[in-house]
């Protein structure tokens, strides 16, 4: 059973339902919205920011008190590929960096309809390859994302595999959407709330307006449909009851018998982005404490660059 807190944050989702799907807002005003419920975030103590431009692409660097130097979270955020920023998710990126022990570099990149794919994964891969011209080593970052960052994280992983590029440590899904077609059986029953919710969003039309003239079924725009051999190891987290919970849980399995290393963490009765709310839903806190073992598993050994390295580079 979730905690009190989350199941406020429940009902006022379902209580949110009833307008969006009266007066069908336009993407415009769904991203203006977004971005004024991030003024109510507030960054965990000591953890600093610093504005950076990563090849024209808007970014910062989430640095907490104590970092372990010479190792980097790549952060993919979220929004259906065509809403979020930095301001929505930097609470968040705050937190996971804090737990994690080391900074994070957050990336604004280029969402749909304007710029429809490949332009995200474009941005995520410009970002990776400049944090390996910044002195950091393949081994040294973790790529992360939720919802929709998380499924651009796992094409990025396919994309630098496929082109024979230096892969990550690691990636991290936070309920990552791994399938754009949405198939109708991932309305299921047990959130037949968010279901709801996110007919009134709409979200049936985001993934179209990202893929644009490509299908839906490319692999680099829905991993669920790639060849999952050959990546690095995967934690993804998701909650049984998201719409996105049975794609997930399929790609885990395919990714296990593809020889990939996956970790695949299912919590009980939370709405998709739960994470977000880390701040009063105690479940969140849980679930990024479980990334930070993660990270710590996999970065028992000292890490390969130091600061001084990147900076003699």
């Known amino acids: 059973m979730s905690s009190p807190q989350h199941a406020v944050l429940q009902q006022l989702l379902v209580a949110a339902t009833g307008p969006l799907a ?14 004024l419920l991030a003024f109510g975030q507030f960054m965990p103590w000591n953890v600093f920011l610093e ?18 130097a ?25 937190r996971l960096a804090q737990k994690c022990g080391v900074t994070a570099l957050a990336i604004n990149y280029r969402k749909a309809p304007e710029y429809p794919f490949p332009a995200a994964l474009e941005d995520a891969l410009t ?13 040294d970052i973790i790529v992360a994302g939720d919802s929709a960052g998380g499924g651009l994280a796992l094409a ?3 994309a630098l595999r496929d082109a024979d590029e230096p892969l990550p440590a690691a990636a991290v899904g936070l309920s990552p959407w791994t ?19 996110l007919e009134a969003l709409e979200i049936r039309n985001w993934g179209p307006l990202y893929a644009a003239e490509t299908p839906l079924s490319h692999p680099l725009i829905s991993p669920a449909r790639a060849e999952l051999h050959g990546l690095p190891p995967l934690l993804l987290q998701v909650s ?38 880390w701040r009063f839903v105690p479940e969140a ?3 990024l404490d479980r990334v930070a073992d993660f990270t710590r598993q996999l970065w028992s050994e000292p890490a390969t660059a130091t600061d001084e390295d990147r900076q003699a580079a």
Do not use: K
């Open 22 to 35: 009266e007066r069908r807002p336009q993407l415009p005003a769904m991203r203006l919205f977004a971005e």
């Open 51 to 68: 504005d950076v431009e990563v090849e024209g692409i808007p970014a910062e660097w989430v640095r907490p008190a104590g970092a372990v």
């Open 70 to 94: 010479g190792r980097v979270l790549l952060y993919l955020h979220g929004g259906g590929y065509v809403l979020g920023s930095l301001n929505t998710h930097r609470s968040l990126v705050g």
């Open 127 to 139: 970002a990776y390859f400049w944090l390996l011209n910044q002195g950091y080593a393949p081994a």
């Open 156 to 158: 990025l992983l396919l």
């Open 179 to 197: 399938d754009l077609q949405l198939p109708a059986g991932t309305l299921r029953s047990v959130c037949r709330d968010e279901s709801l919710l």
């Open 240 to 277: 049984d009851a998201e719409v996105l919970s049975d794609d997930v849980r399929r790609f885990a399995e395919r990714a296990r018998a593809a020889g990939t290393p996956t970790t695949l963490q299912i919590f009980d009765g939370l709405v998709h982005w739960w994470h977000l709310f």
């Open 285 to 287: 806190d849980i679930a």
